[in-house]
């Protein structure tokens, strides 16, 4: 099964889309979202948006935009297995989305025991995912938690292998990217003496970020940050190492995003979405975080 909706691509042609959201980047860029809202309504925005521009995507560009739908849409369904592995009703804003195949919610909705619930989902996906092999094995061994980490790594390596659009493609190695130095900045944080399992296939090496991390190398990490983020960032601290990297990303999609015909246009409104919202729950959890680390909070 499919994770994404197979809702009928719109009639309209790209050029319809790229028009509105010339206008629409334009006006977020000039009058950023506000803040003091709770971050469910901030989950629930962030929808309306994504829901949006989907349902006005045409065949073609939702074919070379995929791999990255995919992501967000596991991201979407991470957040909604998490209240249903915890026996909890999801709220309103986590419940349905336009971006995944309801079918595939329709048949999860009626479980309600953890192990067989990720058991069909496994079931469901394995033909087309097979990075859900072992997911139930993975339940009884690490819990809800390596159940996340199994989905989310996949999803990333799952869209690296199946990217071929070149901005797509950019997206998803910072991503990959973010994922893995945030792992690793955690590891730190909470003194943890296995080795972290990072996710193949960013611009750092797998190797060299491990080297990193059992030497507890701030100032080297720092520099490899800087270089795939294509300006210098001193900071060893977590809120400034990811602040770099999502603001390489920011301005690689911006320069893309130039082209009004393009792609990548709805990549940079899509990523000046998620990251206006990541930071306005930044500012407002900041105190309550360890070290300001918002791990995973909307990107990734």
């Known amino acids: 099964m499919q994770l994404l909706n197979p809702l009928p691509p719109s009639d309209l042609p790209a050029e319809a889309l790229y028009a509105?959201?010339?206008?629409?980047?334009?006006g977020l860029r000039t009058a950023p979202l506000p803040d003091g809202i709770e971050p469910?309504?901030?989950e629930t925005e962030l929808r309306a948006v994504l829901n949006w521009v989907f349902r006005r995507m045409d065949r073609r560009l939702r074919r070379q935009l995929g791999p990255y739908l995919e992501i967000v849409a596991m991201r979407q369904l991470i957040l909604w297995l998490r209240y249903r592995l915890a026996k909890e009703t999801p709220p309103a804003a986590v419940q349905r989305s336009t971006l995944i195949n309801l079918a595939l919610l329709d048949r999860l909705e009626t479980i309600d025991a953890p192990l067989r619930l990720?058991?069909?989902?496994?079931?469901?996906?394995?033909?087309?995912?097979?990075?859900?092999?072992?997911?139930?094995?993975?339940?009884?061994?690490?819990g809800p938690g390596g159940v996340e980490q199994q989905l989310g790594r996949g999803i990333l390596e799952h869209g690296r292998a199946q990217v071929r659009q070149p901005t797509v493609r950019q997206l998803?190695?910072?991503?990959?990217?973010?994922?893995?130095?945030?792992?690793?900045?955690?590891?730190?944080h909470w003194q943890?003496?296995?080795?972290?399992?990072?996710?193949?296939?960013?611009?750092?090496?797998?190797?060299e970020?491990?080297?990193?991390?059992?030497?507890?190398d701030r100032r080297r990490?720092?520099?490899?940050?800087?270089?795939?983020?294509?300006h210098r960032t001193d900071s060893g601290q977590p809120r400034g190492i990811e602040k770099a990297?999502?603001?390489g990303l920011t301005r690689r999609l911006q320069r893309a995003g130039r082209d009004p015909l393009s792609p990548a246009l709805v990549l940079d409104y899509l990523w000046l979405c998620q990251v206006q919202a990541h930071n306005r729950l930044i500012r407002q959890a900041g105190p309550l975080l360890p070290d300001g680390i918002l791990a995973e909070a909307l990107l990734a």
């Not at 970020?209 to 507890?216: C, H």
């Open 209 to 216: 970020l491990l080297r990193v991390w059992q030497r507890q």
């Open 221 to 230: 990490l720092s520099r490899l940050v800087s270089r795939v983020a294509g």
């Open 245 to 247: 990297l999502l603001d």
């Open 192 to 207: 943890v003496r296995a080795i972290p399992r990072l996710v193949a296939g960013g611009e750092l090496a797998g190797d």
């Open 40 to 42: 469910v309504t901030v």
């Open 20 to 26: 509105r959201l010339r206008s629409r980047r334009a």
């Open 118 to 142: 990720v058991e069909t989902l496994e079931a469901l996906l394995a033909a087309d995912y097979p990075l859900v092999d072992g997911l139930g094995e993975t339940w009884l061994k690490q």
């Open 172 to 188: 998803i190695l910072g991503l990959i990217d973010l994922r893995n130095v945030l792992t690793i900045v955690k590891s730190w």
